[in-house]
């Protein structure tokens, strides 16, 4: 496998191909974050509405994740990633021209649609490759990806620095994040071009039903209710921040409004949900002991992300004005240091895949890496401006591992739980990382950074907790091919690869 992916034959050009799609999104997603604090300044917004604006960053790419999940089953992940990758250059464009907070509002909210990429790429990497390595390969897909957090908070600051004489002489940030969106749309074409949603001989396979995820049990069918207001809720939540003192973009009857909009969508969400159940719901169709799966699994991997990546997304969004102001710092030298948070998923993600891969066990693996994840976020609670900027910054880094490898062991379990849904399940998953990051985010808001890694200590210490105890080690984890499909070879990958550019 590793000698494999510097070979850019096969399999591995399609991961390599496929990551750094994802990794364009993540420069997208966070291209605000670096320029935090001199739009803030810029645009006169106050301390609070530069915090919200991290929270709409990630809001709805909560609904994007499960509604890209659904048409990348049904369309297959060549046509999607290439269609949100063009699609980036829209809130782009629209953040490097806003001239006042609302006009932000409204393109990080855009932005978060772009934000929903990295399912696409779980479904394409799981067609190209077996379970037995099924953890180093999303490890790598969404580590090498996540690595854009970090492209994002180096380079685009030097980036706004260097065309400053386009603007006057100031930190040319606008300049900086349209450049962000035109690169993407590019690739976008690029990708269309250039890549198969399977190898030869290999059928895409797509769920019987869409407009909602097909379970196998009634109880399972509650359990996926209970889980989809969860994501609703946290829009909610997102609405009430919006309304909130010294925020006022939406007024009270607004944030109502949005709140009766929210309910309704549950609603609509939970009809296609019984649409597509309702023969099992009414007892006339059982499923096959072969063909179940238990929404519990989905449920805990969806908490394990709230854990791993939510934290992640919450970290990257505040760090690098948390150590400018803790220490002092000019902010593109804080944004710098802020980015040894996103540097590390460059190992740490396909580390914490490659571990679930052999270690034998991918339980124990989510579970200690889980446990890891909140005592690292409990010794960042005590950093503060007395610290040695070198040990605060080794407390971070330290806490960014376990986070991030917490993300490639999830992600090393979901395409095994039902392929032919991965992108759905996937979809879910995702969707509560971001769910973990809005929470986060809200309670940073009205706190401060100590409180906000407590909470994210103590959560990840519970999860670890429920995963010890409720998680079960998936079906095929080490199998050379998932159930119902033959082992492919290596050959017919390379030979079928080669080909793909003359076909088109």
């Known amino acids: ?35 935090a604090t001199t739009i803030g300044k810029e645009l006169h917004l106050a301390p ?25 089953d049904r369309f297959g992940p060549r046509i999607t990633y290439s269609m949100l990758l063009i699609f980036a250059a829209v809130p782009c464009f629209a953040t490097a021209l806003s001239q006042n907070f609302d006009h932000l509002v409204i393109s990080r909210l855009l932005m978060g649609i772009v934000g929903s990429g990295f399912v696409v790429g779980i479904r394409m990497v799981s067609e190209w490759f077996p379970p037995k390595e099924i953890g180093i390969a999303q490890g790598i897909y969404g580590g090498w990806g996540n690595f854009g957090a970090f492209g994002a908070e180096f380079a685009l600051p030097t980036i706004a620095v260097a065309a400053s004489f386009l603007s006057g ?11 962000t969106g035109v690169i993407a749309a590019i690739y976008g074409v690029i990708y269309y071009n250039s890549v198969q949603d399977t190898p030869a001989g290999k059928v895409y396979q797509r769920p019987k039903k869409n407009g909602a995820l097909e379970v196998t049990s009634v109880k399972s069918f509650w359990a996926m209710i209970l889980s989809n207001f969860g994501l609703i809720f946290a829009l909610g939540l997102l609405a009430w921040r919006l309304e ?34 309702k023969e099992l719901l009414t007892g006339n169709k059982t499923y096959a002991p072969s063909q179940r799966y238990q929404f519990s699994q989905v449920a805990l991997l969806e908490f394990t992300y709230v854990t791993n990546f939510g934290s992640e997304l919450a970290a990257v969004s505040m760090l690098p004005a948390f150590f400018e102001k803790t220490f002092g710092l000019e902010h593109v030298v804080a944004g710098m240091i802020a980015a040894t948070y996103p540097f590390l998923n460059l190992i740490s993600r396909p580390s914490g895949g490659l571990i679930s891969d052999k270690f034998g066990s991918r339980k124990w693996t989510m579970t200690i890496i889980s446990a890891g994840i909140g005592v690292a976020y409990l010794m960042a609670h005590y950093i503060n401006g007395s610290w040695a900027l070198p040990v605060a910054i080794a407390v971070t880094m330290f806490a960014a591992y376990f986070a991030q490898a917490g993300c490639g062991a999830t992600y090393g379990i979901v395409p095994l739980i039902k392929k032919e849904a991965t992108g759905q399940i996937a979809g879910n998953v995702g969707a509560y990382g971001n769910f973990g990051g809005v929470v986060y985010l809200t309670i940073f808001s009205l706190t401060d950074a100590p409180t906000l890694f407590t909470t994210m200590g103590v959560a990840a210490l519970v999860c670890a907790f ?18 119902g499909e033959a082992p492919e070879t290596q050959t017919s ?12």
């Open 48 to 72: 609070e509405q530069v915090k919200t604006l991290g929270i709409c960053n990630l809001a709805l790419t909560i609904p994007a994740r499960i509604i890209i999940g659904m048409l990348l």
């Open 1 to 35: 496998m590793l000698k494999g992916l510097f070979s850019l034959n096969g399999r591995y050009r399609i991961l390599h191909q496929t990551w750094f799609a994802f990794f364009l999104t993540f420069v997208c997603w966070f291209n605000f974050a670096p320029f």
């Open 244 to 277: 909130q003192k010294n925020i006022h973009f939406l007024t009270q009857s607004q944030m109502y409004l949005a709140w009766l909009l929210l309910a309704g969508l549950f609603a609509y969400q939970t009809y296609k949900a019984w649409q597509v159940n």
């Open 169 to 179: 002489g100031g930190s040319n940030w606008r300049f900086a994040i349209a450049l």
């Open 493 to 504: 990958v390379n030979h079928h690869s080669s080909g793909i550019l003359a076909e088109k």
């Open 466 to 483: 429920m995963c010890a105890f409720f998680l079960k080690e998936p079906k095929g984890s080490f199998a050379a091919a998932y159930e």
